[in-house]
């Protein structure tokens, strides 16, 4: 077998295996190698990624992984704790080729990424950086996203939205009213004309409500406002926002209307 056949079928047998493994949740306490029992980890990520978090440990970057959040087809979210005991979001792009294809036309025609050829193959990679950059473009800008902290090859260390290693919940599981869906447009705004980007993928799902407010995430598809296809990707983050308030019985403006205010 090649190494790239090698390559995908090990990438298939380990995403198969994500979802039932990161269920378990292990807790808070002491290890000798960084790992809460090393299993749920070994088995569910790569081995370039377990090399990844083995050197983030020994550089001091993290203490040790503390248990699963969150598991999806490309990425994984661990919780994680530094040598200060605060509690970080590891969110890990599983290193798989296949997956990414569609991803492409969120970094080609990207300006910041234009050195990139098409058919890359460790697009996940740029991915991380992608989502990094977006996130730190963000936080520079004072709108409320985590924060970014480190980027090691396909793994963000970010500033953790929760408490005790449970995440804050989604808009989606949050009662909502008028004040929210305020700030989810003004986010959008905001993201628009100071940091020049758009979402690509805004939704309740993306957006934690926590006691200070809306904080989003999840910005590895956003894009430059230079990228042919921003405009598009606005006006979708706009009528899913819209629709989501709109279901949830807040009164919204027409989609249209901001959109053209927005771009204007
Ligand atoms: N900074 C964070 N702090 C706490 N939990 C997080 C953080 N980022 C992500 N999560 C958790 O991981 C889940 C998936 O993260 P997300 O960035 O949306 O990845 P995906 O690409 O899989 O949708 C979120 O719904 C949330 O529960
Ligand atoms: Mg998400």
């Known amino acids: 077998m090649s190494d790239d056949l090698l390559f995908d079928d ?3 047998k380990i995403e198969s295996k994500v979802d039932s493994k990161l269920i378990s949740k292990s807790h808070r306490g002491g290890l000798k190698d960084g790992f809460k029992k090393g299993k749920v980890i070994n088995e569910v990520l790569d081995k370039p990624t377990v090399m990844t ?10 203490a040790y992984v503390n248990g699963a959040i969150s598991a999806g087809k490309e990425s994984v979210v661990f919780w994680g704790v530094d040598e200060n005991n605060m509690d970080v979001a590891l969110k890990i792009y599983l290193i798989s080729t296949s997956n990414f294809k569609k991803r492409e036309p969120y970094i080609l025609g990207d300006p910041r990424f234009s050195n990139v050829k098409k058919g890359t193959k460790n697009l996940v990679y740029l991915w991380a950086k992608k989502e990094f950059r977006n996130l ?15 980027l090691v090859k396909n793994v963000l260390v970010l500033e953790f939205i929760g408490r005790n290693g449970v995440p804050c919940k989604s808009l989606l599981y ?40 809306l904080v989003v995430f999840d910005l590895g598809s956003g894009v430059d406002l230079r990228h042919p296809n921003a405009k598009e990707f606005l006006k979708r983050d706009i009528y899913n926002i819209t629709k989501f308030f709109n279901k949830r019985g807040v009164s919204v403006s027409d989609p249209d209307e901001l959109f053209e205010e927005i771009i204007k």
């Open 10 to 12: 090990l990438s298939r």
């Open 53 to 62: 978090l083995y050197r983030m440990i020994t550089d001091h970057v993290i």
């Open 136 to 150: 730190t473009q963000c936080y520079d800008a004072g709108l409320p996203v985590p924060r970014p902290l480190y």
């Open 174 to 213: 949050s009662e909502v009213n008028k004040k929210d869906y305020v700030q989810a447009v003004s986010f959008i705004k905001d993201l628009y004309n100071k940091t020049k980007l758009v979402h690509g993928d805004f939704s309740e799902y993306n957006i934690f409500k926590t006691e200070n407010g």
